[in-house]
């Protein structure tokens, strides 16, 4: 587990228009999508890789939970993002719209505002960037989708690829994704370790 997927989760801005047809297919999916499970593996730039699993609630709510032995925490409470690190007793704050995982947070946001349709090999394949040209220092995030007639929206959600201002590659890959399953609030509270709370 690095820093290179917080570091990745900054502000979007304005990026130039991307083709409409990709990113109405993605806009859908996201608005059909009310909550999500999933298992995750997280690979980073020195090709370690972690695994755990996530847990989406619209709007606001995310956690990426380690596996045993990993003493981090990714998680959105509805108003922040926060990356916990109990081995440091530290935490790291992100208002959630300043991160393009808002993107999966919240189901009203235009994506065709900030985002753009990159080309694939295969037409299955939609691969949607966020990045702010203008303060390159918050890094990039491509989410990967697969076209699947039983999920919503006709569109599968398989990771995504986060690059940092230094170019350090963060990869997730999702597996056993369930959508619109109920989720309770409480599976996004979280003990934080400056009071003495552990994972």
Known sequence: MTAALPLALAAPALVSAAPAGELALVQTHLQSVSSMTASFSQTDRLDRTVTGTMTLKRPGKIRFQYQKGVPQLIVADGSSLYFVDYQVKQVQRWPIGNSPLAVLLNPKRD?????????TRDPRVLSIEVHDPAHPEYGRITMIFHRNAAAPGGLMLQGWVALDSQNNRTQIRLSNQKFNVAVADGAFRWADPRRGGRP
Request: cysteine-free; aromatic content about 12%.
């Open 111 to 119: 994506i065709t505002k900030f985002a753009k349709s990159l080309p």
